[in-house]
């Protein structure tokens, strides 16, 4: 009894300060306020439009910035509940390097990034458009290395080709697809 509690004692004594050291570093992280990160995001964006003499819209919110190429006006719109496969091609606003892109794939869009939240359900079944995305509604202050560097803004060009209610997931044989 006597062993355990000495164990007990050492466990805490040896644990606590390592717990309180992992927090202090977190706290100690220069996380950028999001708004004020998303004031910048815009304003880069917006420039970054200007120079390249391009017309976008805003959604709603004046989030993301867009430009629908292809406006099938009567198709079907996506929710977020919604299933939706699309051709896609993203890249960093900064370079242009591509870091992705897919033809005819199936997602749930409640599970992508915000900013395809945003933006996909502002596109009918057979629209195409290019989507501005600041980064704190894509891969945000983290990035996703090496692919994506930390508060990178984001273009992709999006096709949606169909809204299903119903995700069913990938198996060894078969893509993801939406009913």
């Known amino acids: 009894m006597k062993r355990r509690l000495v164990k007990i004692i050492i466990g805490v004594c040896v644990v606590v300060p390592l717990i309180v050291t992992a927090c202090m570093m977190n706290e100690s992280e220069d ?5 004020e990160q998303l004031e910048k995001d815009l304003t880069a964006i917006d420039n970054y439009l200007a120079a390249n003499n391009i017309t976008a819209q805003s959604d709603p919110d004046g989030f993301i910035r867009y430009v629908i190429h292809k406006d099938s006006v009567n198709g079907k719109k996506p929710t977020i509940d919604s299933c939706v496969t699309a051709n896609y091609q993203g890249r960093l606003m900064s370079t242009g390097q591509e870091f992705d892109k897919g033809t005819n794939i ?3 869009l409640n599970g992508v990034i915000d900013g395809w939240k945003i933006g996909i359900p502002l596109l009918n079944v057979g629209d195409s458009a ?3 995305i600041p980064s704190g509604l894509g891969y945000g202050f983290h990035g996703f290395e090496p692919e994506i560097p930390a508060n990178a803004n984001l273009i992709f060009h999006v096709g949606v080709k169909k809204v299903g209610t119903t995700y069913r997931a990938p198996t060894s044989t078969t893509a993801g697809s939406c009913n």
Do not use: I
């Open 31 to 35: 996380y950028p306020d999001f708004n």
């Open 106 to 108: 199936s997602f749930p």
């Open 130 to 132: 290019t989507l501005y």
